[in-house]
């Protein structure tokens, strides 16, 4: 059972073009968690998702990101115009449907440089 | 608000030496609280957790003990080995799915 994957593993943009991160939950799961770390930082909630809902993006700011869940296929973190702030390491997390939430298998992440 | 502090590495040790992270939280109320381990290349996998004070978490060697008192979920190991090396985040959840994550402490055995 292949766990939940990631890719790119790096990115490197330049300021202002666009990043978009692609995440694979576990077979059977059908809850997505992007999570974020600044370096120096922990890693710091972003967005919920299901299959085609957003559920909860407190933690996503409020320009420039957005998420989606499609029904197929993987779930993308887009950041538009990037700076070089959003260099970071972003982590994806999934969990099975009725399952508990709090048990999350994490991705290797997407470590992304700003240039 | 919640949070999580863990101390800074990286932590260097000899094979088979004993090992302690020290994690302490900030929060109101009983959080969950958990160890994640990063190996190179992979993603955070749940090493243990503890859902209520005085509670014990262990799981391959690892234990670390819920101090409700000292807001403490200090992770030990008695004897290291060289595959232990990696990066072991502290975290608490409220029993939801948002994750509180300290900054993760790298931990390099020698063999």
């Known amino acids: 059972n292949a766990g939940v994957m990631q890719n790119p593993r790096h990115l490197v943009r330049r300021r202002g073009q666009e990043a978009r991160l692609r995440c694979s939950p576990m077979?059977?799961?059908?809850?997505v968690y992007w999570y974020r770390q600044l370096p120096e930082e922990g890693l710091k909630f972003m967005v919920y998702?299901?299959?085609?809902?957003?559920?909860?993006e407190s933690g996503m700011p409020k320009e420039r990101f957005s998420a989606e869940f499609p029904k197929e296929g993987p779930s993308i973190l887009r950041i538009q115009q990037v700076v070089r702030g959003d260099s970071a390491a972003y982590f994806c997390?999934?969990?099975?449907?009725?399952?508990?939430?709090?048990?999350?298998?994490f991705g290797p992440g997407t470590r992304l440089l700003v240039l | 608000g919640d949070s999580v502090t863990q101390m800074e590495g990286p932590v260097t040790l000899s094979e088979e030496a004993f090992l302690t992270i020290n994690c302490t939280y900030t929060a109101t109320g009983y959080p969950s609280l958990f160890w994640y381990v990063q190996y190179p290349g992979e993603g955070l996998q749940l090493l243990l957790k503890?859902?209520?004070?005085?509670d014990k978490g262990s799981n391959k060697g690892f234990e670390a003990t819920y101090r409700k008192e000292t807001t403490s979920f200090h992770l030990e190991k008695g004897s290291v080995q060289v595959s232990d090396s990696a990066v072991y985040f502290c975290?608490?959840?409220?029993?939801?799915?948002?994750?509180?994550f300290g900054t993760g402490t790298r931990l390099k055995v020698l063999a």
């Open positions: 975290a608490l959840s409220r029993g939801t799915y948002k994750y509180i």
């Open positions: 503890a859902t209520k004070a005085d």
């Open positions: 077979k059977g799961h059908s809850h």
């Open positions: 998702l299901q299959k085609e809902n957003i559920i909860d």
């Open positions: 997390a999934s969990s099975p449907l009725g399952g508990d939430q709090e048990t999350q298998y």
